[in-house]
């Protein structure tokens, strides 16, 4: 067991059931155990004192630590520690060095992209933090031999297939 910090959860074990069984009604689900997924989440300040393209405040920017990719955060999330069994942690596969460097790499490119500039602002990291996101692995058709497994987002509810 560990402790993590983590996103509250926004589904239960029986609202995903209930949820996917009336949006595909004649099919069973079942949530079968809760992972969690980890990401690192950087908030830098931006201060670039140009004539025609000053830019100053906050970007946050939230890396996956298993696919290695960027996002744009807007706030940082609300975490809660929890203690988790190991087996339901999904290991980290980056260092907080590595996810800096890719969340700069990032920033610089949309910032570049969105507000038209050439030269990018200097960024200065103010809080950089690990934290888990929940998903439940459900598993679809549970009596059927041609059952299958997704993934829900325990936070926002949106599924994907596995």
Request: hydrophobic share 40%; glycine share 4%; proline share 4%.
């Amino acid at each position: 067991m560990r402790i993590i910090n983590a996103e509250q959860l926004g589904f239960s074990q029986e609202e995903i059931k209930q949820q996917l069984e009336q949006l595909d009604q004649g099919r069973t689900y079942q949530a079968q155990r809760l992972v969690y997924y980890p990401y690192i989440i950087f908030e830098f300040t931006i201060d670039r004192r140009r004539f025609f393209h000053p830019l100053k405040g906050y970007v946050g920017c939230t890396i996956d630590g298993v696919n290695k990719i960027g996002a744009l955060a807007d706030t940082f999330p609300e975490l809660a520690k929890v203690e988790v069994s190991d087996q339901n942690i999904i290991a980290l596969d980056l260092t907080f060095a590595e996810a800096k460097k890719i969340a700069e790499d990032f920033l610089y490119n949309s910032i570049s992209a969105r507000k038209k500039v050439i030269t990018a602002p200097k960024l200065n990291l103010t809080k950089q933090e690990l934290f888990y996101r929940p998903y439940w692995v459900v598993e679809g058709d549970v009596d059927l031999p041609s059952h299958f497994f997704i993934t829900v987002d325990a936070v926002s509810g949106k599924f994907h297939p596995l």
